[in-house]
DNA sequence: GGTTTGACGCGAAGATGTTCGCGTTAGGCG
DNA sequence: CGCCTAACGCGAACATCTTCGCGTCAAACC
């Protein structure tokens, strides 16, 4: 008896394919709120009844698309300096909540947050990983590390806030000191 | 010639309430996502036309919802200990958050950012312009207090994102004394 | 190659969401 | 009190979103 279970191969890994493609060409074209699974459909060429068997609802798909985009960047650098990773961590992520992808992220972290699902997208979870593991290395090194939370609170959230209320973000640098003001080493 | 432009009294006001109660109630009492413009309709008795007609979108009467319960609550406190007072707003927005109002709030300023207005809810302004008269009265009293952007990036952010990620969020006190320990007095 | 079957294309049906015109009600004002 | 008209109720028309069944295609395994 074989497994045939799933298939994720050729065909299905060309309508994927197409389908983010399309999203990827609408979100840079329009603003977010007028997309639909109708002109994603007609873009891509992908029938408008496959998306929703295939994901669902928009902001399912939309999610898709972003952890792609997210995972296929680079990842963090761990270059044995703490302060300069952690800069180098806090420009990324400013850099894509500034785009479109900030915008596509907030919305479907919201959906996610406010829909059945309690999960967060998987391309999240793994930088939040790769993170840890960046300070847990300068922790081997002997150095005294902040904790993944106070990056997170210090460094992270004011990028997200100003991008939810519109203001201009603080200076990525200006946050890494103030995380490494409060945690000296040693 | 009387001027005849608006009509705030009365009826007018009466099925207001009676939508903004409905909204309430329905808030807590299933999840957001599931609410729909229809459901308001019944609960409070208003005609379905007439939802589209005031507030135009969902979003737009949840906005309203927002505004209308962040102002009946109590203003920020103005004791003359800028300590003292900081964390009594600290630990009201973390209230806030916490609840049902979290997750309409979100909402709401998501679909406020990705929509065509630009303006944040007056709710929102409000409270940060009082927020800045506290730290104003500070820096009259001979203090050296934060700036506004300091206590969003430091004390309230990390609220939003603990939200936003799903994670516990930090302690209010904790993140007061974070910032005044980044910004001691003189 | 041959067989199995998961995924897709297709279009129609069903469900929801949104707008509109018209008659009625009641607030504001003289 | 009585006029004017903004705001509402009403329901039908319109638009959009979502689901469903069936036939076809091709990936996976032998």
Known sequence: ???????PGG???RVRADVLRAVD?????QPLTQLTLAQVAERSGVH???????WGTLDGLLLDAVAERLTTGSPIRDTGNLHADLEDY??????????PDGQLLLR?????RLGTKAELPPALTRRFDEMQALLDRARARGENPPT?????DIVVAPLYTALLF???PANPATLVDRLLKLHPDQ
């Open 1 to 7: 008896m074989s497994n045939h279970q799933s298939r």
């Open 11 to 13: 065909r299905t890994a």
């Open 25 to 29: 060409d609408l979100t840079t074209e």
């Open 48 to 54: 408008l009844g496959t998306l929703y068997r295939r």
């Open 90 to 99: 806090a420009h990324r992520v400013a850099e894509d909540l500034s785009g």
């Open 108 to 112: 479907t972290l919201v959906a996610v």
């Open 148 to 152: 993944l939370q106070q990056v997170v």
């Open 166 to 168: 519109g203001t201009t």
